[in-house]
């Protein structure tokens, strides 16, 4: 496990999305209650992976964006479209990271 000081300079467990966090995406789609399956793409497409649940269907070539979908599709459900005031601050954030 990584710990890494945050602004507040209190110790945060620090993830970054590389292959060794595709399992444990996995898991925690299927402790959700998605079933997931690997779908084969139309032709000259790559294959993806689908998740399921009772609610929505997500798709993604990984499980790590798999689960990011499916967090934002179960936390906004069929809302899940961007405000205006979201899409600002996704902006916002990118400009400020442009060193």
Same mark, same amino acid.
């Given at each position: ?23 444990? $995406? @996995?898991?925690? #789609?299927?402790? *959700? ?9 139309? +032709?000259?497409? !790559? ?17 790590? $964006? @798999?689960?990011? #979908?499916?967090? *934002? ?9 961007? +405000?205006?005031? !979201? ?13």
């Amino acid at each position: 496990m990584i710990l890494q000081l945050s602004i507040d300079r209190s110790p945060k467990v620090c993830v970054v999305e590389a292959g060794n966090t595709e399992a444990p $995406a @996995l898991a925690a #789609l299927k402790s *959700l209650g998605f079933i997931v399956t690997r779908i084969k793409g139309y +032709t000259g497409e !790559d294959p993806y992976f689908q998740a399921e649940n009772e609610h929505c269907i997500v798709r993604s070539a990984s499980f790590s $964006a @798999l689960l990011g #979908l499916a967090v *934002l599709t179960t936390r906004r459900g069929e809302n899940w479209y961007p +405000t205006d005031k !979201d899409v600002d601050e996704c902006l916002e954030i990118i400009a400020a990271s442009i060193v």
